[in-house]
């Protein structure tokens, strides 16, 4: 039998935290946890707001996950991995993590805390963070929050131009150094699960939210004694479904000219977001934008999209230089991030990831969102055989058939 003092060792209780979001946060290891937990914490109209996509299948995210799934990767073995750095460059400036955080409306939603918790990890973790028009926090608290955070403005054109040239100044007056013009909502996508979950803001009282909110006491408590949450950058359209508000508002007739137009009254790097085609990468950039973010919407908007990543090849060859290419949809893993960079990319957004960390924790489940992905990049870069970015090379990688 073993003696008491050889099992000492083996039988020490783990430690004890205290703060319930702490110990839940701990034991999440890999997105799908976050996941999980926001599920539980958040109703489920918040949660299938962030988890839901266009379309009664959801396809194009479906897709675009399915496609990351059949990535295959191509390591090299005896190469020394012992100092992996994950820096790079995305628009002209460093960032610690090869993938940036991307815009997303009604954030504060998800949590109270919202965009002023995204926007202070960002700027700790030294990474971009793209405010949205959309968003629940106006630009001006979102850049005194993270003040030295590298601050980027998502920028829907409306009807009438003159309030977007506002947010356009604003932006720059706050220290934003990129803006990134959506192409793809010309109209609101078909997006299923909030029209059956009735969501507006502000959250409209039914049978049923008071039911599910009924679940979620600590939810209702903050929303109710926190600031009332609307689009803070939506003056005189706050109020409403997020269908209704992309088309009462924003601008079915963009064309070329509006980009070059924004491009010059816009002095720093410009984004053109949202595009889908080898041939609109290539207009976009001949109309003055500085990079083309290849992206259905996180397959919110036209279902049966094509997958963003499976662009990325051409339209860097295409480009051959000129614009940088940056991808998002369907990034839930570290090791997506590599597989898109090692395809090409200049770097990655990631939307879906930090919010269900957001949902979990506010800013601490943020961060560990972005600890999560920062370190899979990591040890997927060292199993892979490579220790810098610019390394990566697209021989890493290749996609397997499908079924």
Do not use: C
Request: charge should be neutral.
């Amino acid at each position: 039998m073993p003696r008491p003092s050889e099992l000492r060792e083996l039988l020490r209780p783990a430690p004890f935290t205290l703060d319930a979001t702490e110990r839940r946060l701990n034991r999440a290891a890999s997105i799908g946890d976050l996941r999980t937990l926001a599920r539980r914490r958040a109703p489920r109209a918040v949660f299938d707001y962030t988890d839901g996509a266009a379309g009664v299948g959801e396809l194009a995210l479906r897709r675009a996950r399915e496609t990351f799934a059949r990535l295959e990767f191509h390591p090299t073995v005896l190469t020394d991995v012992s100092g992996v750095n994950t820096e790079t460059t995305i628009l002209g400036k460093p960032s610690a993590q090869p993938f940036a955080l991307a815009p997303t409306g009604f954030t504060r939603m998800m949590h109270t805390e919202g965009e002023r918790a995204v926007v202070k990890v960002a700027q700790r973790e030294r990474i971009p963070y793209a405010l949205s028009t959309m968003g629940t926090t106006t630009i001006e608290d979102f850049a005194a929050a993270g003040p030295d955070a590298r601050k980027w403005f998502q920028l829907y054109l409306w009807r009438d131009r003159a309030p977007a040239k506002d947010l356009v100044e604003r932006a720059a007056a706050a220290g934003f150094d990129t803006l990134m013009l959506t192409l793809d909502t010309k109209v609101a996508g078909a997006r299923l699960r909030d029209v059956r979950n009735g969501l507006a803001i502000p959250p409209q009282l039914t049978l049923r939210t008071f039911l599910d909110g009924a679940t979620h006491p600590r939810w209702w408590f903050d929303f109710i004694t926190t600031e009332p949450l609307t689009f803070a950058n939506l003056a005189g359209a706050s109020d409403g479904t997020p269908g209704v508000l992309i088309d009462r508002v924003f601008d079915p007739a963009i064309t070329l000219a509006d980009l070059e137009w924004l491009r010059g009254h816009w002095p720093h790097k410009l984004v053109a977001k949202g595009v889908q085609s080898v041939a609109d990468a290539k207009a976009v950039v001949a109309a003055g934008a500085d990079a083309v973010l290849l992206s259905n919407h996180g397959g919110r908007q036209l279902d049966r999209a094509p997958v963003p990543l499976e662009l990325v090849p051409a339209v860097r060859e295409e480009l051959d230089g000129q614009a940088e290419v940056l991808v998002d949809t369907g990034i839930t893993t570290g090791a997506d991030v590599v597989a898109a960079m090692a395809l090409g990319a200049h770097g990655t957004l990631v939307g879906r990831a930090y919010l269900y960390g957001l949902m979990a924790g506010g800013e601490r489940g943020v961060a560990r969102a972005v600890r999560i992905l920062a370190d899979e990049v990591a040890r997927t870069m060292a199993l892979l055989g490579v220790t810098e970015i610019g390394q990566l090379r697209p021989d890493h990688v290749s996609l397997r058939p499908g079924r």
